[in-house]
């Protein structure tokens, strides 16, 4: 029957390959865990770090673009309220 692994273990034992104070081997045998998976899940890991920094740009962007948003709105909100403010004080001032 083939070992199935969780997604936690996974990435706890390519953390612990790519500190690399350890060897495969040393790893695989500690793990249980076959060198050639050792070395795919590795790979895997490689290649997805840089997709983790990216997807961290884009939610920077998108919250930087929300807030321009939101503050745009603030300012046109502002502006109605004081020329509101303006027409109001106007009209009610004592004669």
Known sequence: MKKQFTPTFKAEVARELLREEKTMAQIGSE???????????????????????????REIEQVKMQHETEREQLYAEIGRLTSEMNWLKKKYQPK
Do not use: N
């Open 31 to 57: 793990r249980q865990v076959a060198p050639t998976q050792l070395h795919q899940w590795k790979q895997i890991a490689i290649k997805g770090l840089a997709s983790l920094y990216e997807d961290g740009q």
